[in-house]
């Protein structure tokens, strides 16, 4: 049981360069989100994906698009990667059956991401 | 901005003794969650606890949750070197798929 696969694991950009970070999940989950990890700051959430068909902004969305593929999958897009974005970049999904909002999130192991 | 708060943002004990960590938050939930991350890796959930519980344990964890003082503390019992991570806190609110997450306690267990 593979659970949420991120790729690639590490990648390092030159500013300006664009880039897709790819995540699927083979849980049956309807969430998905993606956040990013810089050091002391925990997690932010970059965007989420609520169900298949619907993505809105979290709480550091500028600068990062992503696309609901389908109900497996969810990429994150760096159009223009500037050294800001340097990060480690999870992506998580979650079950919602029904209404229930008492369920955790599944994440996978993260892209490591450097931009010069 | 981040809902939570875990302190102290580092401990460092020895294996066999208890280890706690306390999370603080600034706006009424509905759930609290506490997910563990070894070096390297992604967050794992460890426990869920709902805004209308007050303690609840699993194997060597027990987390308490006080709402009027807007509060949980994790503790882990009888820690291991396995037990070395990072922890960190997480909030739900509303009707919310959403968590907002702490900076996280890193963990050391002393062998």
């Known amino acids: 049981n593979a659970g949420v696969t991120q790729t690639p694991k590490f990648q390092v950009l030159k500013t300006g360069q664009s880039m897709t970070l790819q995540c699927a999940q083979d849980?049956?989950?309807?969430?998905m989100y993606w956040y990013r990890q810089d050091p002391g700051m925990g997690l932010r959430l970059i965007y989420y994906s609520a169900s298949e068909g619907t993505t809105d902004k979290g709480e550091v969305p500028n600068g990062y698009n992503v696309s609901r593929l389908n109900k497996r999958e969810f990429s994150l897009r760096l159009e223009s990667a500037a050294p800001s974005q340097t990060s480690v970049y999870f992506c998580?999904?979650?079950?919602?059956?029904?209404?229930?909002?008492?369920?955790?999130?599944?994440f996978g192991d993260g892209t490591r991401l450097s931009i010069l | 901005s981040q809902q939570g708060e875990e302190d102290p943002q580092a401990l460092s004990i020895q294996e066999g003794e208890n280890a706690t960590m306390n999370c603080s938050y600034k706006?009424?939930?509905?759930?609290l969650q506490w997910y563990r991350q070894n070096s390297g890796r992604g967050l794992v959930h460890l426990i869920l606890?709902?805004?209308?519980?007050r303690e609840k344990h699993s194997g060597r964890l027990r987390v308490t949750l006080d709402t009027s003082k807007k509060s949980s503390s994790l503790l882990i019992t009888a820690s291991r070197a396995a037990d070395t991570a990072s922890y960190f806190c997480?909030?739900?609110?509303?009707?919310?798929?959403?968590?907002?997450f702490g900076a996280g306690t890193t963990v050391t267990v002393r062998a």
């Open positions: 849980m049956n989950h309807n969430s």
């Open positions: 606890i709902r805004s209308n519980e």
């Open positions: 998580a999904s979650r079950s919602s059956p029904g209404t229930s909002i008492y369920q955790p999130q599944h």
């Open positions: 706006t009424s939930i509905n759930n």
């Open positions: 997480a909030t739900g609110q509303g009707g919310d798929y959403k968590l907002s």
